[in-house]
C-alpha cells in the first residue's frame, strides 16, 4: 500500500485511517515483571549518580536506584538490561551505599520500580533519613500506595 512519511512515521494515504502503521509496541507480561525479590529487600539493578533530567528537579545532581524487572515490553526500550539482571539488596545495604554519596536527592527507576513489594518500605526509610524521594513508574501500576512525600513522575507511554 502506498503511503507518505511525515515527521519520520509512516501514513495511510485512506483519510480514514490517519495514523502511523507502526506504532510502538507496548506488551504487558505477567505481573512480576521477570524480577525475583524476595520482598525484604529489593532487587537492584545499578545504583548511581548523575543529573536529574526530568520534572522541575531537572538539572539537579542525583542518585539513582534502578530497580530490576518491568511489565512491560516497549519496543524503543534502552534499559533492557533490567528485565532479568540484578541484585538482591536490604534497604540497609542500600542505604550504606547511599551514606558514601553525600546526596540527599535520590530517584528509583527501573524498569518498572512499583512491581517490587520492597519498593514501599524503601521509600519509607529514605523519607525517615531525610531523603527527597523521587519515583519514576511507567503509568501501568497504582500509585497510591506511596507515601504522599514522594514525587511521582509518571511516564504516558502511548
Ligand atoms: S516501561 Fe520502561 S523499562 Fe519497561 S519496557 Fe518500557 S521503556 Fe523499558
Not at 502506498?2 to 483519510?15: A, C, Q, T, V
Not at 540497609?92 to 517490587?116: A, C
Amino acid at each position: 500500500m502506498k503511503g507518505e512519511i511525515k515527521n519520520n512515521k509512516k501514513y495511510n494515504n485512506d483519510s480514514r485511517q490517519r495514523r502511523p502503521t507502526r506504532l510502538p509496541r507496548l506488551v504487558p507480561i505477567n505481573r512480576d515483571g521477570g524480577q525475583v525479590s524476595n520482598g525484604v529487600g529489593v532487587k537492584v539493578s545499578e545504583i548511581f549518580e548523575s543529573i536529574q533530567g526530568e520534572s522541575t528537579y531537572a538539572g539537579l545532581p542525583c542518585v539513582f536506584i534502578r530497580l530490576s524487572g518491568c511489565n512491560l515490553r516497549c519496543s524503543y526500550c534502552d534499559t533492557r538490561y533490567v528485565f532479568e539482571e540484578g541484585k538482591e539488596m536490604s534497604i540497609d545495604e542500600i542505604l550504606s551505599r547511599l551514606k558514601g554519596k553525600g546526596q540527599k536527592l535520590v530517584e528509583i527507576t527501573g524498569g518498572e520500580p512499583l512491581l517490587q513489594e520492597g519498593v514501599y518500605k524503601l521509600t519509607r526509610e529514605l523519607l525517615d533519613k531525610d531523603f527527597e524521594v523521587l519515583i519514576e513508574t511507567n503509568g501501568s501500576i497504582d500509585i497510591g500506595k506511596l507515601d504522599e512525600k514522594v514525587i511521582r513522575i509518571v511516564d504516558l507511554l502511548f
